[in-house]
Each structure stands twice: as structure tokens, then as C-alpha cells.
């Protein structure tokens, strides 16, 4: 059974919610869920293989340009040496892929203590805080 | 060279644990295969033929004297003594185990080193010109704007997983020496007076070797250079959300920049800048005086003017010395000092491969003549930017004794190959052996003066690591029914103006290609206008139609004892 790992917390099972889901798939524009969003529960980008990155594009979009603030949710080949990359580009929720450790994975999180680019997480990039 | 503060050192610290974290798993059963590959990719370690093979980064081809010491340790200690330099500007180990990788990528750290991102489908090593900084005809010192990208480009969250390798190269100077037109991107540094700022890029994308060269499209003549990151991000942005990757060779940017015409893709590139101009990621002038300020510059000694010639003629007996200082020494934009190559290139020696030995001498010869600095080429060789001209001689001498004084950089000789089937998995045919017969044809000096510039470049595959598009001669090792063969392309050229070369015709065994060549020779020096009329430059004037019939007699009637060319 995957393990959702919600804003720093593991939830397995993860609790059910209501509202609407929005799920992106690599291929999706974020412009055109646009006016969408404010009425989400929740958005799902899909990574149907960790090493497609255009879900990581789709999260800053959703973020920066978009300005959603609700849960985004990693959903498919979830793995945790993904995991630093993702919260950087804006995700808050991940449901890990089947099997993975869920605890051993938290660490992930703090792999890295500092980055150089600007991101979701830290819009000042190192340059300007150095 | 730009020297680590404390977070550049941490995150390079942070990255040897968590690699090393990712190898026990991986060593422990929890981390498969699959999984582990990109991880590992991207941390420079290939699975190869005989063992794994570790590509260390030397970020735009800078070297301190103690970092090379570090790598001759790691040599001795974790290889079998030698190294190779590669034509990215990168060292690679080819004999290292899986369990030791760790501890390398711990040795490394400790000299500000790493292997970060030197494979994947990520942002690779960013390269540069040879010669930047000292190079007379400089606009920029571009090692800063290279580490500017170095740093940005470092684990950047967004582009960890592309559709395909990406590479970046920033030429610094009027003449372009890093092939800006044959990179994913390529900037060239411009000034334009009364523009406000005056220094700005040019931004070029979409060329490449592999399968498909291309030569690059300008897509902006001149983009202020406060906006470079936000401008490449939104190159990369683009990319990333629409490049294939339904087919690994249809994937890199070259292909989408084709595929939607360089017009289209500019315009969706110009778009999306549009939302990420003069954000937080806009550079500084504090940022940019920063990074120069943490690069640790020699402290040249006022010489007046260039001593160059009473030195030579004062031992002017000696005519391999001139020879050497004729190939080899390159002008310097410091009066009384020059930049001098110390060429990889032996007959007889894989092109690009060090012995632990000869990395301690280099070493000292960096600390005792220029100011401690090394750079690679992505010829290959090594050179000392900063000698006192007066040193010469006697630098000389000492590289003549450590088998580095070969004086053939730009001609023959100088040949780039890749380690090919010798040592890598994806190799189709051996390109050192084919080097080296080929130096072993022309090892005759004088007429390798007298031929002139020709850059002669190998591949051992279609992923052209040994950039043989671009040779003036370049030979491509491609399979035939598990054969070996050769296909030869001329008229390539790595820049102004950047070419790529043409197939002469079927392709070669092995034992034919120094025989190929020697006829190629044979028909320039019948045709060419005069000495000055390079190579190259006689190919472009005249065509290769001349060329064809010097290797297969007539045009009309080919030898039929040939194998069928191969596409």
C-alpha cells in the first residue's frame, strides 16, 4: 500500500477528503486548468517515471504563475531521492510509490541544507542572501 | 580559479553523504538497478566494459596544482594509475570500484572537487574557452559567467530530469574557441556601445554532434547580462515541458528547435521570458563582482613588452624548440608572458591519458611556471596560462623530458578520440588504435609543418564523443555485421564559422583509415593556393569531390572491392 507523506507527516492509509481533484499528466498545460484551480481540493501531477521531468515544471507554474496555495500531491514513480527536488519545485504532499519506506524517506527532505537557485520553497535564490 | 566559501563547500559535502547513502542502499538490495541509474548518472559513474567508469567534473576546464595532485592519488589509490581528460573538459577514472566511489567523491570534496551532474539527462559541465582570461582578444573573462551558471545550474530542482543531456558553452572572446554553435546552447559574450548595460550574450541553441549534428540558431543577437539565468531558465523551461521523449535519439533540443523551427521555438522561448524577466533570479552587479572577487587571479610581474624574440634566437640551433614555441605557445594579453600547451598527444600514448606520475610533475611545473593553474582543453591537452616568456626554455626542456613538449597542437597529430572500444560500452570500434597508427604515419615533422592546421578528430560512435563532425578530417567507428569499420567525413569545423563535415564515401577497415588519410593529404597539398590555404579552408573552396577520387579513383567508377556506405 503507498504511503502518502502530507506536509512533513506520513498518513497510511492516507485519509480520504472531499472535494474536487484535479490530476495533471506530463503532457497537461497548467494554463488550461487555470481558472480551476481555486475550486480544487487538491491538485495530483502524475509521474508516470521518475525520470520524467516535466512534472516538476508543471509544479512552479501551478505555484509562481498560477498562485495556487492548495495541497499539490506527487502521485505514480514517486521515490525518495526524488523527494528534495520535488518540495523545492512546490510540492507539499507525495504519495510514495509501493513498498518504500516512508520514514527512512522523511530524511530526504533535509539531503541538501542550502541551494543555489531560487525556488518555491526559497523564492530568493543564494545570490541575494549570500 | 574561483575558490569554495563555506555553502559551496557544504553543498558539495552534503551531496558525498547523500551519494553515499544511495550506493549502500544500492549495494543493500533496496535501491534497484533502474533506480539507481539516474542517481548514479548523475553523479558521473557509468557501469562499463570492464568496470565502472567515474567522470570527475573540472567545472570550464580549470585545474589548481593541488587539485591534479589529488587526482594522481586517486589514481594510485582507487585506479591503475592514470587518467583520462576527456573532450568535455572532464577527467575520467575507467577502472574504479562501485563501493570505493564514496571515498572518491570524499577525496574530491576535500580539493573543492566533485562529479556532480558530469552525466544524466541533467545540465553538464558548462565550458568555455582554453584561453579565457588571458587571451588577447578577450571581451569577457568568461569563467566567471561560467561559474555564475555552474552555481546555477547545480542541482537545480527543476532540470534534474530532462528529456536528454544538456550542454552549455560561453565564449568570452572575439574568436569563438568553445564551439558555441555546437552546444544545446551556446552564449557568446558581446559588447555593444551605447547600449546600457554594453555587455551582454548572444544566445545560440539547438546545435550538436551525435547522431544529428546541427549547427546552433541565434535566436537573440544580444540579451543584457543581467538577465542570462532568467533567459537560459526560460530555454530550459520550454525544453523540459516540450522536448520529446518518446525516443532517446530525437530528444535533445536540437531536435525540438528543428522540429518547431528556430523562429516558433524562439518566440515560445521569448514568451516564457517574458513572465521570468526581472525576477529574483535577475543577477546583480554585487553577485557578479562576488564571483570575480572569489577567483584567485596571478600576480604578474610588470615585463614591459614581449621578450619572445631575442629568446629564440639566442637558442636558435635548436630547431625543435622552435617548433615547439611555433605550435605550442599561444600570445597572452600580459606583456612578457604567454599560455603554453603541454600536448597529451605522444605518438604512442591514448590521446588524453596522464599517469599519477606525470600528474605530480605537471603539478610542479604549474606551481613553479604558472602560478599553480592548469586548464583543460577539450583537445585534450593541458595548458599553463600564465609563463613568463623568459621561462620558456627552460619550461621546455622539462616538458621534453616528461614526453609533454610534442609540438604539433593544431596540426595532425594533435588528434582528438574518445577511449572507444578499448574501454567504453557504447562504442561500435576502437578509436586509440586508430590514433595511433595515424601518428605513426606522419611522424615525420617536417611535412606535419608543412601540412599545416588540420584537426583530425575520432569517434568510436555515432555519440561522438571524439567530435569527429567537426574534425577537419573525422573518422566515425560504425558496425557492420559485428565488424569494425570507419567512415571518413571532411570539411568539418569546431567554429568561426562552425561546419559540419561530409561522408567522402563507403566506409574503411581499420588498417585502411592512415592510408585514407594519407591520400586526403596527398590531394590538398596538390590543390592548395598556397601554404596559408589550411585544410579545411581547401575542402570548402574546391569541394570534396577531388578529395573522393584521390581515395576511390574516379567519381563515376568506384572501387568495387568496398563495402556499401553506411548511413
Redesign the interface.
Known amino acids: 500500500m503507498a504511503t502518502l507523506i502530507r506536509r512533513g507527516r506520513i498518513e497510511n492509509p492516507p485519509s480520504p477528503e472531499p472535494g474536487e481533484v484535479l490530476r495533471l499528466e506530463p503532457a497537461d498545460d497548467p494554463a488550461a486548468v487555470a481558472h480551476r484551480l481555486g475550486g480544487a481540493a487538491r491538485v495530483e501531477v502524475n509521474f508516470p517515471s521518475?525520470?520524467?521531468?516535466?512534472g516538476?515544471?508543471?509544479a512552479?507554474l501551478l505555484r509562481e504563475?498560477h498562485g495556487y496555495r492548495g495541497e499539490l500531491r506527487a502521485v505514480g514513480d514517486v521515490?525518495r531521492?526524488q523527494l528534495?527536488?520535488?518540495a523545492?519545485?512546490g510540492f507539499d504532499a507525495y504519495l510514495l510509490r509501493d513498498g518504500d519506506d516512508a520514514g527512512a524517506a522523511l530524511s530526504a527532505f533535509s539531503?541538501?541544507?542550502?541551494?543555489?537557485?531560487?525556488?518555491v520553497e526559497r523564492?530568493?535564490?543564494?545570490?541575494?542572501r549570500? | 580559479m574561483y575558490l569554495y566559501?563555506d555553502?559551496d563547500q557544504?553543498?558539495v559535502d552534503?551531496?558525498v553523504?547523500?551519494f553515499r547513502e544511495?550506493t549502500r542502499r544500492h549495494l543493500a538490495g533496496k535501491?534497484s538497478e533502474d533506480?539507481f541509474r539516474?542517481?548514479r548518472l548523475q553523479n558521473g559513474l557509468y557501469l562499463q566494459r570492464h568496470a565502472p567508469m567515474l567522470r570527475v567534473a573540472i567545472p570550464y576546464g580549470i585545474l589548481s596544482s593541488r587539485q591534479l595532485r589529488m587526482l594522481a592519488h586517486i589514481a594510485r589509490q582507487f585506479d591503475r594509475g592514470y587518467g583520462h581528460f576527456s573532450t568535455r573538459q572532464n577527467l575520467q577514472f575507467n577502472w574504479p570500484k562501485l563501493e570505493a566511489v564514496p571515498d572518491i567523491l570524499e577525496h574530491l570534496a576535500s580539493v573543492q572537487m566533485h562529479a556532480i551532474q558530469t552525466s544524466g539527462?541533467c545540465i553538464r559541465n558548462i565550458t568555455t574557452d582554453h584561453f579565457a582570461g588571458v587571451a588577447r582578444d578577450e571581451i569577457v573573462d568568461s569563467f566567471v559567467w561560467c561559474e555564475i551558471l555552474r552555481?546555477?545550474s547545480?542541482?537545480?530542482?527543476?532540470?534534474?530530469?530532462?528529456p536528454r543531456k544538456f550542454k552549455i558553452a560561453v565564449n568570452g572572446a572575439e574568436a569563438d574557441r568553445a564551439a558555441t554553435f555546437l552546444h544545446d546552447i551556446g552564449l557568446h559574450a558581446v559588447r555593444k556601445s551605447g547600449s546600457d548595460p554594453d555587455l551582454g550574450f548572444r544566445i545560440i541553441v539547438g546545435g550538436g554532434m551525435g547522431r544529428t549534428p546541427m549547427i546552433g540558431h541565434v535566436i537573440r543577437e544580444f540579451l543584457p547580462w543581467q538577465h542570462l539565468l532568467t533567459y537560459v531558465e526560460a530555454i530550459l523551461?520550454v525544453y523540459?515541458?516540450h522536448g520529446r521523449?518518446d525516443n532517446k535519439y530525437k530528444a535533445r533540443i536540437k531536435i525540438l528547435v528543428k522540429e518547431r523551427g528556430p523562429e516558433r521555438f524562439r518566440d515560445e522561448v521569448e514568451a516564457e521570458w517574458e513572465?521570468l524577466r526581472d525576477?529574483?533570479?535577475t543577477?546583480?552587479k554585487a553577485?557578479v563582482r562576488?564571483v570575480e572577487s572569489r577567483f584567485v587571479r596571478p600576480k604578474y610581474e610588470q615585463m614591459g613588452s614581449d621578450p619572445i624574440i631575442s629568446q629564440s634566437e639566442k637558442i636558435g640551433s635548436v630547431p625543435i624548440f622552435l617548433n615547439w614555441q611555433k605550435r605550442n605557445v599561444h600570445p597572452h594579453k600580459q606583456p612578457g608572458y604567454a599560455a603554453v600547451t603541454l600536448s597529451l598527444k605522444k605518438t604512442g600514448v591514448p590521446p588524453g591519458d596522464v599517469t599519477d606520475a606525470q600528474m605530480e610533475a605537471i603539478a610542479n611545473i604549474a606551481d613553479r611556471y604558472s602560478f599553480g593553474e592548469l586548464r583543460v582543453t577539450h583537445e585534450q591537452n593541458l595548458v599553463l596560462a600564465d609563463v613568463r616568456q623568459d621561462h620558456l626554455p627552460a619550461l621546455w626542456r622539462e616538458l621534453r623530458a616528461l614526453g609533454l613538449a610534442t609540438p604539433n597542437i593544431g596540426l595532425l597529430t594533435n588528434i582528438i578520440a574518445c577511449p572507444g572500444g578499448d574501454f567504453c560500452a557504447l562504442a561500435n570500434a576502437k578509436s586509440i588504435p586508430v590514433a595511433e597508427a595515424i601518428q605513426r604515419l606522419f611522424d615525420d615533422l617536417d611535412y606535419l609543418h608543412d601540412i599545416g592546421e588540420l584537426d583530425l578528430n575520432i569517434s568510436g560512435c555515432i555519440n561522438s564523443c571524439g567530435h569527429h563532425h567537426v574534425g577537419h578530417i573525422g573518422v566515425l567507428g560504425v558496425d557492420k555485421q559485428g565488424a569494425e569499420f570507419y567512415q571518413v567525413t571532411i570539411g568539418g569545423n569546431q567554429g568561426n564559422p562552425a561546419a559540419v563535415g561530409r561522408v567522402i564515401g563507403p566506409a574503411f577497415a581499420q588498417h585502411e583509415v592512415p592510408w585514407v588519410v594519407e591520400r586526403l593529404i596527398g590531394a590538398y597539398l596538390r590543390s592548395r593556393e598556397s601554404e596559408d590555404e589550411r585544410f579545411v579552408d581547401c575542402v570548402h573552396r574546391i569541394g570534396i569531390e577531388p578529395f573522393k577520387e584521390a581515395v576511390y579513383g574516379h567519381a563515376d567508377s568506384p572501387r568495387q572491392d568496398r563495402e556499401p556506405a553506411v548511413a
Open positions: 521518475f525520470t520524467d521531468g516535466r516538476y515544471s508543471i512552479r504563475r521515490q531521492d528534495f527536488y520535488l523545492r519545485c539531503d541538501f541544507s542550502e541551494a543555489y537557485q531560487a525556488s523564492p530568493q535564490p543564494l545570490f541575494r549570500r | 566559501d555553502i557544504r553543498i552534503e551531496r553523504a547523500q544511495q535501491l533506480d539516474p542517481l539527462n552555481q546555477w547545480t542541482f537545480h530542482p527543476e532540470f534534474a530530469f530532462l523551461r523540459n515541458r521523449r513572465q525576477g529574483a533570479s543577477l546583480t553577485e562576488r
